[in-house]
């Protein structure tokens, strides 16, 4: 990655043009300008999937907004930039007294996390859900979000040092994986029955024992895969105890369901205004840092989101 100059973008029809003030980094940025993520952009791109500031033009078929509204947006790129593009419906007008740094870090976050847990899994009141990768921007916001709906919160770590974060999110228990066994922990905390909803950003060994640690008619949801090996499961576990292994791909779900992500997006900046999520940000860094936050975000050492101002 360099920083250099192109050309300003113009919107499309459906499109809106921001002046960027802020863009969050995520573990899926890193897989894209590392060439490992599904869908690969064609070289060379600007990178950024998540971004807050103001509109400056808007498309002759946009109609939610007008320039000088405050927004944020979604976008498979353009977000490390003094301008970008965005999709009307993959864009959100910021409630009142949100600034532009933590606006940057919820729609991917919040959005994959609310996505997961209320259209993939289904979630109810009283259930336990197992979050790994809890201290991540994902993790993060799917405890977050889990105890507002009233779920119980068990939260997966890499390192006694991310405890106390998770637990200020509402975690009832954290499980270090590096340092502890997972499956009589598991056991240990639900008496045996296995957790209802498996919230997996890892992958790898950690997602094959959570097939294992399963409750009767649970849901295990495989949504990254961080450790870089992506799990195999055999099928009769499913099938000894029911349960479902449902896939997450938010922006795959978004793209075909445009209407019903932009209504999603919605109800997390009403949340957001009242107070109900609490975004988390680990640093703020120029854009000149955009590779310092690259490599801290590869190599793990970020709790919540990095994010980078482009002014």
Known sequence: M????????????DEILIDVCAASVSFMDHLL???????RPPTPFVPGTEA????????????????????AC?????????????KEWKSVRLPAGVGFETAATVWHNYGTAYYALVEGARAQRGETVFVTGAAGGVGLAAVDLAGHFGLRVIAGVGSDDKAGLV?????????NYRSEDLRERIKSITGGEGV??????????????????????????PIGFTSGQ?????????????????????????????????RMNDTLAQLLAEGKIRPHIDRVLPL????????????????????????
């Open 2 to 13: 360099r920083i250099g100059a192109i050309d300003e973008p113009k919107p499309a029809s």
């Open 33 to 39: 300008v590392s060439g490992l993520y599904q869908m």
């Open 74 to 86: 979604a976008s498979w790129t353009g977000g490390y930039a003094e301008r970008m593009i965005a």
């Open 230 to 262: 992506i799990p195999s499961v055999p099928m009769n576990l499913p099938l000894l105890k029911n349960y479902s292994i449902v896939g997450v791909f938010t922006g795959a779900w978004a793209e075909k369901f445009p209407e019903q992500a932009a």
């Open 288 to 311: 000149e840092q955009v590779k310092e936050a690259m490599r801290a975000v590869a190599n793990r050492t970020v709790q919540g989101r990095i994010v980078l101002k482009m002014r």
């Open 52 to 71: 807050s500031g103001v509109v400056i033009a808007v498309g002759d078929k946009v109609t939610r907004f007008q320039p000088g509204d405050r927004v």
């Open 196 to 221: 209802d909803v498996g919230f997996d950003n890892i992958g790898g060994t950690i997602f094959e024992q959570m097939a294992r640690l399963m409750r009767w008619g649970g849901r295990l949801m």
């Open 167 to 175: 637990r200020s999110y509402g975690a009832c228990d954290v499980i």
